[in-house]
Structure formats: C-alpha cells, structure tokens
C-alpha cells in the first residue's frame, strides 16, 4: 500500500463568521493524481490555500508526511515539498521568465541542480526556453500558467497542488497546460488538481472528490465518476 502524504481531517476554514469550508476530509497517496471538483463558489481554492499555510484554519488538522502541519507558514511547507500553482498564476511581471523559475528555487543552495532542473523545466516548456529573457508580464495568459507551473516545479516538490490551471485560457492552451499536467505526473510527482473543467480533470485522475457548498459530497475513482449520472448533470452539462 503507499504512503498517505497528504491527509486532511475535518478541514473548517471562515471568513468574517462566514465558513467557506465545513469540514473536509480527503487523503492523497504518493505516486496519485487526485482532482477537486465542483462549481464557483464550492471552497476549493480556499481548501488549497489552508493547506499550503496561506489561509488560517478554523477546525480541523492537515497531516503531510504523517505529521500535522496547521499553522505551518507557506515558506516551511514548500521547504518541506508541498507546493502550489496558485488560481491567477501569480507570475513576476517585471522579472524575467529566467528570473521567474529562479524564485520557484529560492529555498534550494543547490546551484548545479537548480540549473539542472531549470533545463527540466525548458524540455517540457520549449516556450519558455525560446524566451527565456522576456518580461513575464509581457506573456500571453497561457505562457504565464506554463511559467507558474515551472516555477512550482523548481522547488523539487513532492505535492504539487494546481488551482485552476486551465482557467482563461484558449482551448488550444488548455489542450496543451493537460498534457504538461500528464507529463508532471508520469515523473512521478503526485498532484492535487482542483478545476472547473471537470471533464478534463476526471479523464487525466485516478481519484476525485466533489465539493459543494464546502463540503464534500461524492468521491471514488475518476474513470467511473466521469460516467456517473449526477456527475454527468451537475458538471458535464448533460
């Protein structure tokens, strides 16, 4: 069986007396591609950002590793493995995509590997090697999501949690941004994927959950969801 690294118990998150999210429970093995799914508004990406240390809890725990993380800063966790690829890419505008990649690394001292996994990163992104000296603000919206994710991947993670990369973008980007999300996960990296595209995030998955109103209400295997009725209706638009 393998290792659990990512467990997450009861999850309570508010903002301002309004809960977002009202106790959430999911795990995440090693080696899995696990997709969040659910409409605008379900609390996703505020159950991503308390797990990456970026949203204070209101109840519940999050154990990575096998050992609780609440209230742990975002610095220490992406230190320990846990990353993000945040809703909005969150790219430097004024830096550099070469720049961009070197802040994913910040918390390295590595330097050879750090160039090494640099080249990594311009092998599944040619983009972004061809403009390697361009300002990041000056990307189209689809350059700047291939840029958050590189960067993401600079810090060596053993989760990487991506909200939303689709998001905004042309169908050609998103066909593209799904095939780097395979190629990420067939290195072995295991990815906690939260999308509205729920087609799409349920054919690449092997596991998925449905969140509505802050709760979780349905999970199991990706494949089989994807031919659920009620998915069908609710997310697939049939």
């Known amino acids: 069986m393998t290792q659990v690294l990512l467990k997450v118990s009861g999850l309570k998150v508010a903002y301002g007396g309004i809960q977002a999210v009202k106790g959430v429970d999911f795990e995440v093995r090693e080696g899995e591609l696990v997709t969040l799914i659910g409409s605008n508004g379900a609390?996703?990406?505020?159950?991503m950002k308390a797990i990456t240390g970026l949203q204070p809890l209101?109840?519940?725990?999050?154990e990575y590793l096998g050992r609780s993380i609440r209230g742990r800063g975002a610095w220490d966790l992406v230190?320990?493995?846990?990353?993000?690829?945040?809703e909005g890419r969150g790219v430097f505008t004024r830096m550099t995509i070469t720049e961009n990649l070197l802040m994913g690394a910040h918390i390295r001292n590595d330097r050879a590997e750090v160039a090494r996994d640099m080249?990594?990163?311009f092998t599944i992104f040619p983009r972004l090697k061809e403009r390697r000296d361009q300002l990041a603000g000056t990307m189209s919206g689809g350059e700047q999501q291939m840029l958050a994710m590189g960067?993401?991947?600079?810090?060596?993670?053993?989760v990487l949690l991506m909200d939303e990369p689709s998001m905004g973008l042309s169908p050609i980007m998103v066909d593209k941004i799904f095939e780097v999300v395979r190629e990420v996960y067939a290195q072995g990296?295991?990815?906690v994927l939260v999308e509205q595209n729920a087609s799409r995030a349920l054919q690449i998955a092997d596991r998925a959950y449905v969140m509505e109103s802050g709760v979780i209400t349905m999970?199991?295997?990706?494949?089989?969801?994807l031919s659920d009725p009620k998915v069908r209706a609710a997310y697939l638009g049939e």
């Open 43 to 47: 609390g996703k990406t505020t159950t």
């Open 58 to 62: 209101a109840g519940g725990d999050i």
């Open 79 to 86: 230190k320990q493995g846990l990353a993000m690829v945040p």
């Open 119 to 121: 080249e990594k990163v």
């Open 151 to 158: 960067r993401g991947l600079m810090s060596r993670p053993k």
């Open 189 to 191: 990296v295991t990815i």
């Open 219 to 225: 999970s199991g295997d990706a494949r089989q969801m």
